[in-house]
């Protein structure tokens, strides 16, 4: 191809040099339309230059488009079935509907510990204290903060661990482990497992029931729990109170599945168990794997905290009421009980809700309104994505429970934890004393009294003493230790099963929905679709240059041939003379 001629005279005007230069563009190029241009008739090359611009316009704003949605780095969750791939196995944690335990009780009649009665009686003189000075409002809100919540943001937190339940709620422990069945009468022993307890503002003593080890929970396939229901209710002066907790009263159980290390979420994925009753949870596995992008940063292990004296391992919701709560301390003066607590609340910062002995009605309201504030969702907004961001790799467990009535009685559970001691206490004496008979240890007597015993239905009466007449070969009765009376009901237990059930994990995984691959591919059809554009335009913006560069020169060599000539000519003439 020949380039255009263009004059020779190194005075044209620059929009004669562009005109020369943009037709000798259209020559090279194949983008669709451009060709049309530099010939034919005017009312065509109108036409031609009006869908040339109109497709560029498209072109270069549908791009721009792409270009914005790629950096934002949107995605879509891929979903699919890991077959035979087990998940760690999860941590369970139980709380007790009814929070008290039987040392509660003596707390409360020996007055060392504000009972839910005083607190009540307290809670109506305040009441009637306000509307003696015509103050409607604040008797009205006086009168529903009679709840166990804000009677828990007025304890000490040891005398909050004193009222709850401790470990011996538990009568029995199972755990099946690479097809091996062990069992446990004291849940602390329990091989691969460790029991963390921790406080809850509604239910007092929590007990979470973990693996010890990510090799453990991987072997784990069975975990079951013979649960006490700890005292029955009283109604007497001590526990006349929580009218406004009636909606939320109920028997039995509140447990939750959770990955192990985290703190239980009880209010969002909380089940209840019955008493009396088999409650089998099964759960799904599900592995998140988020996609770490720019506007959208994720991490694979973060700082832990502490929920008073418990530690617990990084998650994105509790990092953001972690920080929200340090706002609520350092400028409300106070502890908001629904968030972590970093530290005990003390007297000079107490829990947000408190109230006993003196209350200064100011500075309860002053309280209350700075809470009000920092409970608005643009503080958590605020941590979200800056200073709080999700994990890359998490589970989450979809539970569901399954409940039957449960068969088992009272005189069962004694035997059973007579049979568990006593193997436990036999292989202690048997590792100590290698040269001893077998005969000689407590846990061989404990043992023959279950294996001659002729009624099992009989337990000793001897079960029923004190730890002082009681012989050493004879356990003390399971309900003792939570109850006064010996009960032979059994609602007064509850057992929990836990199990997978398949070997199966479910995976979601997030995968972005514009990709640099898709992105070229868009793009490439835009630009086929508007003005054809191709990978060729490479080479013909190349072929431009290449000829623009070779006019050029040519124009360059025809002024410096005329000068050669004239300066030839001169030399003649003087040569001639």
């Not at 007449?469 to 836990?498: C, Q």
Request: with cysteine; aromatic share 10%.
């Amino acid at each position: 191809m020949e380039p255009i001629s263009v004059k020779s005279d190194s005075g044209r005007s620059l929009c004669q040099r562009l005109r020369s230069a943009f037709m000798l563009f259209c020559r090279c190029t194949t983008v669709r339309g451009l060709g049309k241009l530099w010939q034919g008739p005017k009312f065509l090359r109108i036409i031609w230059a009006i869908f040339v611009v109109s497709m560029m316009s498209v072109l270069i704003i549908s791009v721009l488009f792409l270009i914005i949605d790629f950096l934002n780095y949107d995605v879509g969750v891929h979903t699919r079935l890991l077959l035979d791939e087990p998940s760690p196995f999860p941590s369970l944690t139980i709380c007790h509907h009814y929070p008290f335990s039987l040392q509660a009780r003596k707390l409360w009649q020996e007055k060392k510990v504000l009972s839910p009665g005083q607190f009540n009686r307290y809670m109506r003189n305040l009441t009637w204290t306000s509307l003696l000075n015509n103050d409607v409002n604040a008797a009205e809100a006086i009168t529903f903060y009679d709840s166990l919540s804000v009677y828990y943001q007025n304890l000490k937190p040891e005398e909050a661990r004193a009222l709850g339940h401790d470990h011996k709620i538990f009568l029995n422990c199972m755990r099946v482990a690479s097809q091996t069945n062990i069992i446990e009468d004291d849940c602390r022993v329990l091989s691969g497992y460790k029991v963390k307890q921790f406080s809850h503002h509604q239910y007092l003593n929590c007990h979470t029931f973990e693996p010890e080890s990510h090799l453990e929970a991987l072997r784990t396939s069975f975990l079951s729990l013979i649960v006490s229901m700890g005292p029955k209710e009283s109604f007497g002066p001590d526990e006349q109170a929580f009218l406004p907790d009636i909606f939320e009263q109920a028997k039995g159980l509140r447990v939750v599945v959770h990955e192990p290390g985290t703190y239980p979420d009880l209010e969002k994925f909380g089940l209840h168990a019955e008493p009396g009753k088999l409650n089998e949870i099964g759960y799904e596995p599900v592995k998140w794997t988020k996609m770490n992008t720019p506007t959208r940063p994720c991490f694979h292990t973060g700082p832990q905290y502490k929920d008073l004296d418990e530690v617990y391992n990084y998650t994105h919701e509790q990092c953001i009421l972690l920080h929200q709560q340090k706002e609520i301390i350092d400028e409300c003066g106070c502890y908001y009980v629904m968030n972590p607590r970093p530290s005990f609340p003390t007297e000079e910062k107490p829990y947000c809700g408190k109230m006993w002995p003196r209350m200064d009605t100011e500075e309860f309201v002053r309280r209350l309104n700075c809470i009000e504030a920092k409970l608005n969702i643009s503080v958590k907004q605020k941590y979200d994505g800056t200073v709080c961001q999700p994990q890359c790799e998490y589970y989450t467990y979809d539970s569901t429970i399954s409940i039957t009535k449960w068969r088992a009685h009272p005189w069962q559970l004694y035997w059973l934890r007579v049979q568990t001691q006593a193997v436990r206490l036999a292989k202690a004496f048997a590792e100590n004393n290698t040269n001893a008979s077998i005969t000689e240890s407590l846990g061989y007597k404990m043992w023959q009294r279950y294996l001659s015993e002729k009624n099992l239905q009989e337990i000793p009466v001897e079960a029923t003493w004190n730890d002082s007449v009681r012989p050493p070969d004879i356990l003390r009765h399971i309900n003792l230790d939570i109850d006064e009376s010996i009960s032979t009901n059994t609602d007064g237990f509850a057992y929990i099963v836990l199990k997978r059930k398949s070997q199966n994990t479910k995976d979601n995984t997030e995968k972005l929905v514009l990709t640099l691959n898709v992105l070229a591919s868009r793009i490439g059809g835009l630009c086929s679709v508007t003005v054809g554009i191709t990978a060729a335009c490479v080479v013909e913006i190349i072929e431009f240059i290449y000829y623009s560069n070779k006019s050029r020169n040519k124009d360059q060599e025809k002024p410096k041939k005329t000068t050669d000539s004239s300066e030839q000519y001169e030399e003649k003439k003087r040569e001639a003379a």
